[in-house]
């Protein structure tokens, strides 16, 4: 029999990376909020890579941070080992990455849901879920049934999950956790598309096993650079990363079982990541490649699994040992855990607007790997809008949008609802326009902001940001107005660097936009440099100086393209009724049903002179029915 177990403003379904911070989110932001998990001891978990950050992911965890998430802060308090990425590139691309111990991770971030005022975390799987007037009915698998005014699906790989290891396949979800088996069946009866998609997770092999005689070391960076503002206290690496590499030797025993691959066999219907295949899926796509790198990551401090980052698989268990016992370093390596691949549903991100509700279910968000994407960053980023959009709802407040020229989770999350995702959706570095202004040094700049205006950052961490932002402004003039008279001294320094000395005088900020001169450079004669201004600070405003040109022109292309942004079209609009729309467009401007002209044109099929049809539209019916309507 089914029983009244209570109502709240939002639930969350999930408590992954995508739940926690849409449930810290909510609660936060004053609403009563319940979050589901299947398994509690699941909360916060990290079924594959122990790490946080990477390759524009770390932009995201800054983000995130900036904004009054949560990630950033745990990663840092879970931290091994950190680098940072690309910084042989520009600093539009650096990006930090931590390898953490992932069961620590997982407990603190259970430990901050448990002692989040208006947050209650519930052991409990949903089964169904459907209207009930205004309100959402949940139900669980022991007959409790929650009324709630806004529900999250943050589901992650749950949702139908099915784990494959050769020809075994069963029910399963990530870590051997029991599935989400009965909830698809729910919403599609609320009329969303499932669709099928797969990620793959490698390997975890005993530390004794392995013999790193002969592997190259993978050190930490020193000093350790934070996630988080709000981290003051210094980092240390605590541990370090193997590499090795495949070989011929490796790719024939993978080339001899590929019959029996369940991705080769047709076996697995599900469509897994492009920028991440397995293994075997390199061996096959580039066979010219002699061999493939892997990375050998403790995945703790207090455990001997060590996680072979690169080689995700769904072979069969023998055929696994067979090559994992080819490659050096690896030859007597006792397995773990076995890799496997994992199928699960996901929604069309298609059917979301940019606060990550359901345009045609009202108070029905998504985030995560339901939306289609994979990461644990890009699901905690989307976790953290809906989180904030569904609170606000409840509030009966205006909803919280990102555009893609504010951040990296803008142009996420604008990728998802107007591109649409064939496979799971990957956040790079390349996917930004904007990236020289949306770099992860100056995430605070842009978005904290934001944050404190919500009411998601504390007084006390606004109160250093403002500090820090009078020191940037002062450094900026100190720059502006020093100069350096010509010495012996600077001229050494400069002609070490491979630039060209001084015969008169020269201002600070002119030396400093010089490519291969930096502050520390400098530092021996630069009398009036304060030893008081943070290193993050000198970073910022040596960047602001180097590509000054590059941002002047970047910041004129957001204008634009915020401008065209602020032409807003007319929800639910038929656009096969527009006179001089081609058809495809017409029938992919329906399916998405752009919130403005900027949004449209980014919809593939869409042309320009498709835009300026809809903008000679726009302008005829701004004239017919007033500005009212525009």
Known sequence: MIY??????????????AGIEAGLAAARLGCSTVVFTINLDAVGNCPCNPSIGGTAKGHLVREIDALGGEMGKTADACTIQSRMLNLGKGPAVHSLRAQIDRNQYARVMKHKLELCPNLDLRQGEVVDLAREGELWALTTRLQAKYLCKTVILATGTFLGGKVFVGDVS???????????????????????TLRRFKTGTPARVRRSSIDFTHLEVQEGDEPVVPFSYDTLEPLHNKAVCHVSWTNERTHQVIRDNIHRSPLYGGEIQGIGPRYCPSIEDKVVRFPEKPRHQLFLEPCGLETEEIYLQGMSSSLPEDVQRDFYHTIPGLEHAQMMRTAYAIEYDCCDPLALSATLEFRDLPGLYGAGQFN??????????????????????????????????????GTLIDDLITKGVNDPYRMMTSRSE???VLRQDNADERLTPLGWKLGLISPRRWERFQKKQAQKAWERKRVDTTTLPPSEALNQILVSRGTSPLTTGAKLCDLLKRPQISYQDLAPVDPTRSPDIPPAVLEDVEIQLK????????????????????????????????????????????????????????????????????????????????PAHD
Request: charged share 25%; aromatic share 8%.
């Open 4 to 17: 009244d177990a209570g109502s709240y403003d939002v639930a969350v379904i999930g408590a992954g990376h």
């Open 170 to 192: 069963y029910d399963s979800g990530p870590d051997g956790m029991f599935p989400a088996a009965f909830l698809p069946a729910s919403l599609e009866k609320l009329g969303i």
């Open 372 to 409: 289609g994407s994979s990461g644990y960053e890009e699901a905690a980023a989307q976790g953290l809008i809906a989180g904030i959009n569904a609170a606000l709802k409840v509030q009966g407040k205006e909803p919280f949008v990102l555009d893609r020229a504010s951040s990296y989770i």
């Open 434 to 436: 904007y990236r020289l």
């Open 547 to 626: 590509y000054e040109g590059y941002i002047k022109r970047q910041l004129a292309d957001i204008e634009e393209m915020r401008r065209v942004e602020r032409k807003k079209l007319p929800a639910g609009t038929d656009y096969s009724q527009i006179k001089g729309l081609r058809l495809e467009a017409a029938e992919k401007l329906n399916k998405v049903q752009p919130e403005n002209l900027g949004q449209a044109g980014r919809i593939s099929g869409v042309s320009p002179a498709d835009l300026s049809v809809l903008l000679i539209w726009l302008s005829g019916r701004k004239e017919k029915e007033g």
